[in-house]
């Protein structure tokens, strides 16, 4: 084990990357760094450690006869020192009896213990050593040193998240409503409700990270144009037309499950006109305007996969006379994607 230190215990790509890093920040070429030249390269990047702590390293990597400058291998242990988190060092030792590796019985004791594995097989913990393990004598003795260690525990063979859960695995043939739904409340706002800015990109960005229900505040805007924004603040305002066409892209790219679009209707029948318009015009020949059994409360939700559920919400006193927005559910289809707008 103690064969595997500094450069050694590292994997190719690393040792690459440190020698060029240590030729770049050797300014004289005298193939050595000063603890200035040192301190300067940690500043380039970006390593906010205390001036006394990284004295101290420095101190401790400098073991050849020529004191006062690091050497490519001491580099690499000054490296080593700084990169090494404690608390997966003192980890390990926990399970080390202790040593400063693990051999296969500790690693799976560490992960029926620690991690709550089970049927942790040696041959398992073989296969975690020598796809972890950077130190090839390590890996032939079947030892895990820290840098596998560490190695492991930052990839995502180590995270506690169950991989069962990354694809979706729970009873899906439930009644919508009793599921829990993530939700987005004024989904176009970047950032406070008063005076942020207003942006269609917003709907892409939450739909495509799994939000469900969003929201659009309409009001009557310039020019016959119905617009989305905050009402009675300062936020600024985006067309109801590129919302629309932002939803429709961007809705079932990463998820089949339905999205509820909950239109805050503020606006006058004329605009409302306009946006049933764009409705039509977006979703094309894919609509339609069969209506749904309304006395039908309970939606399965293996029936609305791939639906877009909309539900107007009528506001003060502006009047919803226009046949299409008034008491007619549309539905889109297309081969995976079928849309539904329902009027209340």
């Known amino acids: 084990v103690e064969k595997c230190m500094s450069a050694m215990q590292m994997g190719t790509q690393m040792i690459m990357w440190l020698k060029q890093t240590f030729t770049e920040a050797d300014k004289n070429g005298d193939g050595s760094l000063s603890i200035s030249e040192v301190l300067q390269l940690l500043h380039k990047l970006n390593v906010n450690l205390p001036r006394q702590k990284v004295k101290q390293m420095f101190k401790e990597a400098d073991t050849d006869d020529n004191q006062g400058t690091l050497g490519f291998e001491e580099f690499c242990s000054f490296y080593k020192m700084m990169s090494t988190r404690r608390d997966l060092y003192l980890l390990m030792l926990t399970y080390s009896n202790p040593k400063d590796h693990l051999d296969a019985d500790d690693l799976a004791r560490f992960l029926n213990t620690e991690q709550k594995m089970t049927k942790v097989t040696r041959d398992h913990c073989l296969e975690i050593i020598t796809k972890f393990e950077p130190c090839t004598d390590n890996q032939k003795q079947g030892l895990l040193g820290i840098d596998g260690f560490t190695n492991y525990m930052r990839s995502p063979a180590g995270d506690i998240f169950n991989p069962d859960h990354y694809s979706v695995n729970q009873d899906m043939k439930q009644p919508l409503c009793n599921y829990f739904i993530a939700s987005s409340h004024n989904t176009y706002l970047m950032g406070d409700q008063l005076m942020s800015q207003s942006r269609v990109d917003m ?102 996969v791939n639906d877009l559920n909309y539900t107007i919400r009528e506001r003060s006193c502006l009047q919803t006379s226009m046949k299409m927005l008034k008491r007619e559910t549309f539905q889109m289809r297309t081969a995976q994607t079928r849309w539904r707008m329902t009027v209340n």
């Open 203 to 304: 709907y892409a960005w939450v739909l495509q990270a799994g939000c469900r229900c969003v929201e659009v505040d309409c009001w009557d805007g310039p020019d016959g144009e119905p617009m989305v924004h905050h009402g009675y603040t300062l936020t600024s305002k985006i067309l109801f037309r590129d919302v629309i066409e932002t939803i429709n892209k961007y809705a079932f790219i990463k998820n089949e499950y339905p999205v509820i679009l909950s239109i805050e209707n503020h606006c006058s029948v004329p605009q409302q006109k306009k946006m049933a318009q764009y409705l039509t015009e977006i979703f094309g020949d894919k609509l339609n305007t069969s209506k749904l059994n309304v006395s039908q409360n309970v939606k399965w939700l293996e029936t609305l």
